[in-house]
């Protein structure tokens, strides 16, 4: 893992000595990713350069990486785990690698294969390669969207960096707010690509490439999930079980430590087990957070997971006080909001696994591929629901709305409750609401204007299907992955997802819907797999995901902060009403309605419009003249 940026002029014309003084200030910015090298490469119209975190080749794997004969310069975040099988493939066309580190293959691959070459790469990446005989930027990101990647483009230069604040902290790029994007966060907590919270960053997609040369920009995607598509079939668990095991043995084929967070559900259980089946002999430790909150702790099952398995287990306590500095933190090394609670807790898990290892496996991706939300279930029931006659529809509404707030997990009034507002929603629609940090209705009380649907309105093929890829190509990679991102590179501890490689995947797409969910049940494949390697208390133990109290830490420690976060005047320039902020808030603290996720998305983009406004060049960002805080114009 890596950070990587640059500065490339596509006519062609030489770039002054501020533009490598600008890249070394990104490489500034994006120092926290790699602790190891950093290595920046001028030519005569780019530069680029890159910071290193050491997972596979020592201290043979600097970058830039410069091909001599044809002058394309490449740089890399990420992993190629399938390097030693592409070195053998250039070495047969007479491009050997020279470096041992696994990023080395890239100039080869692209130079035999042209853009086609990312098809060919397993592994989290984003690259960037700079050919100097078209005069072409290519940026490319891996399938699931594990590795981010930014840029700007303007008629003199083309920017681009891992992370937003890399782009513009330090008043290095002039942006302005973009409107829709940010109200679009406020409905689901983050930014689906190309959008960015600036009108003038972008992203770029999960599986696609953007091309930037004389002609233009150009968009298109080398790899989309293709569930929807592909035919069902019985599955094999002994197919499965060779394609886990390697994507697993293939993702620790590195030369560092490792380690695994475990949280004691199935995901991450499941990747423990298997990995301490490949390494019977290998210290490994297994980290875990902890709440006080006993129905938000899952501590108790993770160390007798751990234990079983001869893990090391190592606890990490959560408390309110380790929000505001960390929120800050994340905000200012990343440089962009991200709704979910789980993301602090995660950087602080981070952090204490990043002094033993620089490298852990999550269970990122297992209920996107597998089936595994409630949701999912919910899919199928509002189907049956929306049967019943109206005069009892009405009724089991009337009750579920009636059941009191409660400061527990994921508690079944809490799902009910979402249950009965989008149940008479079409398929799609209604899995957008159930989705949403802040429902529509909610949203026009804050005075944000109804947001069109983003889900789309294509029937073909089955529901479940679509929203699995969906919530793939949407939540996972913009949200999910984004958290594990931005928390674990703020200390510079590479995340490794095993089942986010391409073959797991492209296994799970061909499964029949009966092995996914089956009534109340979910993930059936993945359990009956699981038995395998697990005991069924782990199994089947009823999901609870990673979550945190904010509810309760809102109406009493957190009180005081939350007040100053929702009074913010900037909400104003993306038509948030802080007086309406607080109405809710003070709904909440008064346990007549649970607004925990409303409250919690505006704190966060609280926080970052104060940092937008005190750390960007923003024209289109301002605060009240009585704030303390002015931007510099």
Known sequence: MCGICGIVNISGDRQPESVRLRVNAMLEALSHRGPDDVGLHASASAVLGATRLAIRGGHDGRQPMVDEASGIVAVCNGEIDNHKELRLWLAERGRPVKQATDVAVIPGMYLELGAAF???????????????REHRLMLVRDRAGERPLFFNYSKENIIFATEIAGLVSGHKLSVNLDVPPLQGYLQFGLFSAPDSPFANVQKVPPGGIVEIDAQGVRHSTYWRWKNVETPKQTPSLDAFDKIFRETIRRQTDVDVDFGVFLSGGLDSSLVSTVTRSLYPNRRLKAYTLRFKEDSFDEGNFAESVAISLNLEPVSVWVTPADLPKTLSLLIKTGGEPLADPAWLPAALLAQRAAQDVPMALVGEGADEIFGGYPTYIGAGIAEKFNRLPMLIRNSIRRLVESLPVSEKKMTISYLLKRFVQGAELDGMTRHELWMSNIPPAILIRLGVPRLSSSAGNNNEGLLLDRLQRWDLEHF??????????????????????????ESIMTFSASLPVASRVRNFSTKIFLKEYALRYLPKSIVHRRKRGLSVPIGRWLRGPLREWAINKLENKLFEQISVQPKAAMELFSEHCNKKADHARTLWTLIVLSEWLDWAVTETAGNGISADKTDAQLIAK
């Open 476 to 501: 996972l990679a913009e949200g999910l992955l984004t958290k594990a991102d931005r928390a674990s590179m703020t200390s510079a501890l590479e995340l490794r997802a095993p089942f986010l490689d």
């Open 118 to 132: 990312a098809e060919k790469l397993i592994g989290a990446f984003a690259i960037a390669i700079w050919d100097p």
